[in-house]
């Protein structure tokens, strides 16, 4: 059965921002879905005439986007936003891994679990890569909750044998059967993947990282992640633990963690350098402005990755982001951006394309998800503020669709999205 959405479509052409690209939209458009495909995108009087037969879903006066896409969030970490006051690993030390430690057990990790993948679906998220817990326990839980939300998860046990509390510490020869047990079981299942996921250099010795190296190269399409230059103190610590390595990205190297489908974290303060052998590997990078702003690590230069051709997206790293918005979080680049001497000048259509295109293609789903072209998954999220808020307001007297994009980055945020659909199946419905 043919099912069409109704609402004002907005879309944006995958082109880099700062390139000018423009936004694609329908004031009165439709979608229309078959088979959980996008089968056609035009005005709605037009495909009513094509489609007389389908479903209608009357969305008139909202929103509608195409799905969006977190390329970096913690599944443990939700119970410790905002927690104040500390650079990153005081920050870590005291709030993050004793709350990592409490998913010792399937009667914290399953609800724990529950809560973060319906988190994602309020805030209009369809796809995430989502860094895992430490505990084979709690991340298989986690696999099986994805697996039952509908939702495009990629994960990972996360992997660490130092500088970890007892019950996050594993050796290599345990880093490597757990991780070995849950790619069996869970990658490419129910259109899930896995990826390796080393903390960060700090955690990890050098025998962690073989163990990552060799379950890249040993299983196909897997992906990489892990956190980079994100904190002065933490560049200083990686010198004195790998005195071999030029830099922080030397210790990835070293082990063939690199090329397409490696996304690091952050990368805010990269030698030249790195930015020459990141460019040259194909690597990209979560860009995750308020968890950098809120742990006072430093600014994202962002001209920098353009210039350098480092492909990067926007993400919410939770929790030392503060939430789960990438609305939020595209004002936050956006404002950040406005306070840097070289800050790229970022528009509402390259905010949107950061989280949706651009994360689209670092997850190598550019060709299924990411935007609203026929022969694309329906992925998307209906916004529609409540009618007496300020959000509501604002669209109201807004005359561009550029002006109505740029008030959903600055005022929606969860209480906004209506629906969330993952390949035309309902995710979350707002109750009303």
Known sequence: MTELYRAHIIDVPADPPGSGAGLRSLEDGAIAVEDGVIRACDDYAALMQRYPQAQLHDWHGSILLPGLIDIHVHFPQLPIIGSMGMPLLTWLSERTLPAEAALNSEQNARPAARRFLRSLAANGTTTALVFGSHIAAAQRTFFEEAAASGLRICSGLSLGDRELPPPLLHNADQCYRSSRALIDRWHHFNGMRYAVTPRFSVSCSEAILEVCGSLMRETEGVLFQTHINEN??????????????????????????????????????????????MAAAAVSIAHCPSSNAFLGSGSFAMQRHLDYQIPFAVASDVGGGTGFSLFKEGLAAYEMQRQRDDGVALDPAALLHLITGAAAAILGIDDQVGSLDPGKQADFVIVNPPADGTLAAVIEAASTPAQKLGALFTLAREECTALTCVGGREVYRRAT
């Not at 610590?237 to 974290?265: I, M, S």
């Open 232 to 277: 002065h103190d933490e560049v200083a610590l990686v010198k004195r633990q790998f005195p071999w390595a030029e830099d922080y990205f030397a210790t990835y190297e070293r082990y063939g963690l690199t090329g397409p489908g490696c996304v690091y974290a952050h990368n805010l303060h990269p030698t030249e350098s790195e930015c020459r052998r």
